[in-house]
């Protein structure tokens, strides 16, 4: 059975660093993503990666953040954080074997303040 699980999220000041770690265990995947759900709005694709070099960024995150990869591990790693930038970020993984099921962890609170 797969699982997915987060870590790293802590409070931060704006302008800060932080990194976040998501580890995939009994999963064959090729696509990871982060996501990320603000109190009282919908959850937003942040980041995702293809493989280990094929990348994409919601606009409000280009510059700052970076997704990367290294063997089951994705990693997000955010500067120049923002409070807007707060929210509980969560991991899918996509499995690469039928049925193909997506894999999501339990999330990692992340908070800027100001």
């Known amino acids: 059975q797969g699982q997915v699980v987060e870590s790293g999220g802590a409070l931060v000041q704006a302008g800060g660093s932080l990194r976040l770690s998501c580890v995939a265990s009994?999963?064959?995947?090729?696509?990871m993503a982060w996501y990320r759900q603000a109190p009282g709005k919908q959850r937003e694709l942040v980041a995702s990666?293809?493989?280990?070099?094929s990348t994409d960024y919601v606009d409000s995150v280009k510059g700052r953040f970076t997704i990367s990869r290294d063997k089951n591990t994705v990693y997000l790693q955010m500067n120049s954080l923002k409070p807007e930038d707060t929210a509980v970020y969560y991991c899918r993984v996509d499995s690469i074997v039928p049925p193909r099921n997506s894999y999501w962890g339990q999330g990692t609170q992340v908070t800027v303040s100001s």
């Open positions: 009994g999963i064959i995947f090729n696509n």
């Open positions: 990666i293809v493989g280990v070099t």
